[in-house]
């Protein structure tokens, strides 16, 4: 009953099966009770490039965010079962490669969906599983995501500001804010905003539109930035 009232607000709409995975794919899971998704790139082979942090550098803080950090952390079955593909991925931070058991944790799978209309973007009640943006041809999505792992660079992980879903649709877009390369906020991160802000209005539809108006693919200040100098930009910045 809870999976079919889930199903009819848009939240499994976009569950597929492994068959249906084509590299290049945007995937997520969703953690800890479906307050987060983790998300990444698929390239093929049962291998998904991901954007994470490392089991323990965000625990402590005393809220919730502990718990999202060590659900976004590859796990097959604990520290004392480590993955035979894999092996120990829970210290590893950063730009990561995953088996898909791993990258799932147990969880289901779904599609992020790309190119979306404005209708279907407001029909959907959760944000950071879809945009209005479009994806680019899924070779150039795959040669991104494997740049930035093989320099393991995509600035410093933040749960709101620079988070698995920022560095997925990089990956399928390469748009990103201003001239200064500045990442667009993520729906998972635009909802939280837009939650807190439509509560003190009289629409219920008010988040959804905040999340409309945010959307990467709604924003007029985004442009096309290669790999190579977001990786330039970011490799001068933390040796500086």
């Known amino acids: 009953m ?28 969703w953690r800890t009770a479906f307050v987060y998704a983790h998300h990444g790139i698929y390239i093929g082979d049962g291998k998904v490039i991901h954007f994470t942090r490392g089991d323990g550098l965000e625990i402590g803080t005393g809220t919730f965010l502990d718990k999202i950090i060590v659900g976004s952390v590859p796990n097959h079955g604990g520290d004392n079962n ?3 593909n894999c092996g120990h991925q829970s210290n590893l931070d950063g730009v ?15 599609l992020f969906e790309y190119g979306v209309s ?14 209005i943006a479009t994806s680019d041809p899924s070779d150039e999505v795959i040669s991104r995501a494997k740049f930035l792992l ?18 997925a649709i990089y990956c399928k877009t390469s748009l990103m804010v201003g001239k200064d390369y500045v990442l667009g906020r993520s729906g998972q991160a635009s909802s939280v905003s ?17 999340r409309l108006f945010t959307d990467i693919g709604m924003r007029k200040d985004v442009m ?3 790999v ?13």
């Open 2 to 29: 809870e999976s079919l009232f889930l199903d009819k607000i848009g939240l499994f709409s976009n569950q597929i099966s492994r068959d249906d995975l084509k590299a290049g794919d945007h995937i997520y899971s």
């Open 82 to 84: 480590p993955c035979p």
């Open 96 to 110: 990561i490669s995953s088996c898909l058991d791993c990258f799932l944790s147990g969880g289901n799978l779904y």
């Open 118 to 131: 404005p209708a279907i973007f407001l029909a959907k009640l959760r944000g950071g599983t879809c945009t």
């Open 150 to 167: 093989s320099r393991n660079v995509f600035g410093n992980y933040h749960p709101f500001e620079n988070n698995c879903e920022d560095f």
């Open 194 to 210: 837009a939650v807190a802000f439509a509560s003190r209005m009289v629409s219920p539809w008010a988040s959804n539109a905040i």
């Open 224 to 226: 096309k930035v290669p």
């Open 228 to 240: 190579e100098s977001l990786v330039a930009v970011n490799t001068s910045a933390r040796e500086g």
